[in-house]
Structure formats: C-alpha cells, structure tokens
C-alpha cells in the first residue's frame, strides 16, 4: 500500500471512530451543537479522504488510461470522473 493510500485509511478510520462517539453522544443525549461539530469533523475526514483518492486515482489510473492507445478507454475514464465529480458536488 502506497503512503497516499495509508493516510486515506488513516482518515477513514478516524472518520469511523468519530461515527462511533457521535452515536453515543447522541444516546447520552449530549448537547446538540457539540454533536454538530463532531458530525462536522467527520465530513471533513471524509472529504480530504475523497480528495486524496481522486488524486491517486489521477495520477495513476487516469494517467495510465489516457496513455493508452485505446480511445475507448480514454472516453470511459473520462465519464467516470465525471460521474464522480458530480456526484461529490451534491
């Protein structure tokens, strides 16, 4: 695993860990603003995690596919970041 690719796992992991302590603030039925920035801080993890997998995947898939001689190819990969790109600005 690339270093890249650990520090993504390592936001998912944290992400996870928070999801765990919102859940039992939440039960503890602890204040709601305090809930609200843990709930924040778990998209953040999430969203630098996103981005750091669409970098890798830019700088090897991407790259890779759009060296190849396969125009096929190329449209494919261009639709799939597209396709991701949309998805992550909803």
Do not use: P, W
């Not at 700088?59 to 992550?88: G, H, P, W, Y």
Request: aromatic letters at 4%; one cysteine or more.
């Amino acid at each position: 695993m690339n270093v890249q690719k650990e520090k993504t796992l390592i936001n998912f992991k944290k992400a996870q860990s928070l999801l765990g302590k919102i859940i039992k603030m939440i039960e503890n039925d602890e204040y709601c603003v305090d809930i609200m920035q843990q709930d924040l801080a778990v998209i953040g993890l999430l969203k630098s995690a996103n981005q750091m997998l669409m970098e890798g995947h830019l700088n090897d898939c991407f790259k890779k596919a759009m060296s190849s001689a396969s125009d096929k190819r190329k449209q494919e990969m261009i639709q799939e970041i597209l396709q991701v790109t949309k998805l992550s600005n909803k």
